[in-house]
């Protein structure tokens, strides 16, 4: 049976995915030479979620994440040298240094940060989708967060708003089965985290993390839904992370046989092996890509190393916009480059709301079908 998905689809996957993995190998190998400092999450073994969900939406539609966050970007079409230089803290980052690992900041890819709150993106992608639909574009908002998020509050309250104003948003739980070093289900009363989403009358399915041409099927089906205006998606991806929780976790709560298991699944190989299996792609065409984005990983740790570090004077700029202050292009700034497609919003004094927020008609509906009138 001839394969439902293209040549260049798989190749492009696969080279996100290979750089993910070679990218975050690197950090961790940076980490330990003292180069990067704080707290560093390692995204290796759950490349197949960035991978398909980033082919399976817009380059405009909007993103944000947890601070598990140097892949999504790189998925998105960052700069792998000034991702490296955030880490390091030097000003060649996208943010200058100041973000650091867990607060990677792409505006120009609309990739709207990491944050290291756990479950805080999570009201923020609500406001990013109303936004969206106060302006009327047809733009989704990917929202990832990881499985412990599940158990904050601002998840119950915003998923209620998310559902009940039909915010064109699709969130991804990556659940990597551990939150910090704790399994989900020692901490949860109901462990498969999108039926949750059933008490807000949300569209919820769970989908194989660990295979990217499954992630991208499920989030275009969903993207589709969601642009349509039929209202929000809760998908969990069922993953798993190689490594530990950050860099310096040695994951003693799990036995060094689960991780050998796990590893059979590895996302990466799975994909190459359907390509070569389909015959659409050669181990020649894996090995260049190997290849070129080795090399890609090379020059990102040199042009990190040679980022000068930030002067003392930068310690208070940028922490307020002045009314009328231009952004900041950071590829401009620090690559020389013209960035011509820069992301620009109508003003809000000609918008209005074209819908009814709290409708009701159907309050009182959904009163008398409780037998409350």
């Known amino acids: ?59 405009d539609d909007y993103m944000l ?22 880490l390091f803290g030097r000003t060649g980052g996208y943010s200058k240094g100041k973000g650091g690992s867990m607060h990677v900041f792409d505006i120009e890819h609309h990739f709207y940060g990491g944050y290291g709150i756990v479950g805080g993106q999570i009201p923020l992608a609500a406001g990013m989708a109303f936004a969206s639909r106060y302006r009327n574009e047809d733009r989704i908002t990917v929202c990832y967060f990881g499985d412990a998020a599940a158990n904050q509050g601002a998840f119950h309250e915003t998923f209620n708003m998310a559902a009940k104003w039909k915010l064109p948003v699709l969130y991804i739980c990556e659940n990597n089965r551990y939150g910090m070093g704790t399994a989900i289900a020692r901490v949860s009363a109901e462990p498969e985290i999108h039926k949750r989403g059933a008490a807000y009358n949300m569209r919820h399915e769970a989908v194989d993390g660990m295979d990217a041409l499954k992630v991208y099927d499920a989030v275009k089906d969903a993207a589709a839904y969601i642009r349509a205006g039929k209202g929000p998606v809760l998908m969990e991806a069922n993953t798993y992370r190689f490594r530990g929780h950050s860099v310096v976790d040695p994951a003693n709560y799990r036995s060094k046989q689960e991780v050998e298991d796990e590893r059979k699944n590895d996302p990466i190989p799975r994909l190459m092996a359907y390509a070569i299996k389909q015959k659409l792609a050669k181990e020649a065409d894996f090995e260049a890509i190997e290849a070129e984005v080795k090399e890609q990983v090379d020059e990102a740790v040199k042009f990190a190393d040679e980022s000068p570090e930030p002067h003392l004077d930068e310690l208070w700029r940028d922490t307020i916009v002045e009314e009328g202050e231009e952004d900041v292009r950071p590829r401009e700034r620090v690559l020389g480059v013209k960035v011509d497609k820069w992301p620009s919003y109508p003003s809000g004094k000609d918008l209005k709301v074209t819908w009814d927020l709290e409708p009701r008609e159907q309050a009182e509906k959904a009163d008398k079908a409780a037998g409350l009138k």
């Not at 439902?4 to 980490?31: G, H, I, N, V």
């Not at 601070?67 to 490296?84: C, N, T, V, W």
């Open 1 to 59: 049976m001839a394969s439902a998905y293209s040549k260049d689809l798989l190749l492009t996957m696969y080279r996100k995915m290979y750089l993910m993995r070679r990218f975050e190998e690197r950090t961790q190998q940076q980490y330990g030479l003292g180069k990067i400092a704080g707290f560093c999450h390692l995204y290796i073994g759950q490349e197949a979620v960035a991978a398909g969900v980033n082919e399976a939406i817009r380059p």
């Open 65 to 86: 994440s947890g601070y598990r966050d140097h892949a999504q970007p790189l998925a998105r079409g960052s700069h792998a040298g000034m991702i490296m230089a955030e």
